[in-house]
């Protein structure tokens, strides 16, 4: 009976020593997790971050670009409105000074 009980001890110190291995593996292994996890967040934020500024950079470039084109178009729209009121300018001031003069000549009748 002795024997008996001396080998359930045994067991029992056997499988509490089986359990506290396991349970310090386990830990091992939760903290390899973690590790590994935080790095590969760690990786993906940084990816993420990365797209994300190029995407950022890209969309500046090509507004960038839309506003040069809008601001050429609009500096050629100012150079054809201006010469245009210079021609009509000079077409007036000729028809104005020959108003005049019809008006000056007129008067001496």
Not at 11 to 20: D, G, H, S
Not at 46 to 68: I, M, V
Request: no cysteine.
């Amino acid at each position: 009976m002795q024997r008996t009980l001396k080998a359930i001890a045994d067991a029992e110190k056997e499988a509490k020593k089986i359990v506290e291995t396991a349970k310090i593996r386990a830990e091992e292994i939760q903290k390899e997790v973690r590790e590994k996890t935080e790095k590969v967040y760690e990786e993906t934020y940084q990816q993420t971050l990365n797209e994300a500024k190029k995407k950022f950079e890209d969309e500046e470039r090509r507004a960038h670009s839309g506003s040069e084109r809008e601001a050429q178009t609009i500096l050629l729209e100012a150079e054809r409105q201006k010469k245009e009121i210079l021609t009509k300018k000079e077409n007036n001031f000729d028809e104005t000074v020959a108003a005049a003069l019809d008006e000056i000549l007129t008067w001496d009748r």
